[in-house]
């Protein structure tokens, strides 16, 4: 079946560090893939999203490329602020439906002054 | 409006109790979600309906009873629940089914005592 394995958290940094998170799956045919974000006390938010091969998916300053051959999506930021500091799971969809969206266990971010 | 508005926010309530959760969205989305997250763990989805007719109960125990009065509203009817069942639960929605962009609330951090 389809599975997300993100890098094992948490993650701590100083603000304006470059942030990596890894990010690979395991999915039958063509995916979409997906960086959620969960600020402290809130929902998940959609941060960014690719739905092909080559794809990069951009938002806020971060950034993820569909990458298929190493099966990979992984979130990168040039410089992290403290406000970045949450939550982030890697997702995926398969067959073009919500039924089938499998997250990854996600990864604590903490960005410090 | 781009909103998915959930109360309570936060529930206590004794395994004897009956107590329900709401979630409103004002986006015209056909598809709403209920989800199930323990703490540092990711959602679980629980329920999908699509066009107000449940399409997917994921083995859900009948203590949680979802219904759908109309396009906008989503309730999760509780009772009978155990100590276990503490969590936070999530209610999102999408435009339909197949649209993979979801829209969550912040949340409902159920205690059961």
């Known amino acids: 079946g389809d599975s997300v394995t993100q890098m094992e958290g948490p993650v701590t940094l100083s603000e304006e560090a470059f942030l990596t998170i890894n990010c690979t799956y395991t999915a039958t045919g063509y995916p979409s893939l997906f960086w959620y974000v969960q600020y402290p006390g809130e929902g998940l938010q959609l941060l960014l999203k690719?739905?092909?091969?080559?794809d990069k998916g951009s938002n806020k300053g971060f950034e993820a490329t569909y990458r298929k051959e190493t099966t990979s999506f992984h979130l990168e930021k040039g410089s992290v602020q403290v406000s970045d500091s949450a939550v982030y799971f890697c997702a995926l969809s398969s067959g073009g439906s919500n039924y089938k969206l499998t997250f990854g266990k996600g990864t604590l971010l903490t960005v410090n002054p | 409006d781009t909103e998915v508005t959930q109360t309570p926010k936060h529930l206590v309530m004794g395994m004897t109790n009956k107590k329900s959760l709401k979630c409103e969205q004002h986006m015209g989305h056909r598809a709403m979600y209920w989800y199930k997250q323990k703490a540092k763990k990711p959602p679980e989805l629980m329920f999908v309906?699509?066009?107000?007719?449940?399409?997917i109960n994921e083995s859900v125990p009948s203590r949680f009873s979802p219904e759908c009065p109309n396009s906008s509203l989503l309730n999760l009817h509780l009772h009978a629940l155990q100590p276990e069942d503490s969590a936070l639960y999530l209610c999102?929605?999408?435009?339909?089914?197949?649209?993979?962009?979801?829209?969550f609330g912040s949340g409902t951090q159920l205690s059961v005592l």
């Open positions: 690719a739905t092909k091969a080559d």
């Open positions: 309906y699509s066009y107000e007719k449940l399409s």
């Open positions: 999102a929605s999408s435009r339909t089914v197949t649209n993979e962009k979801l829209f």
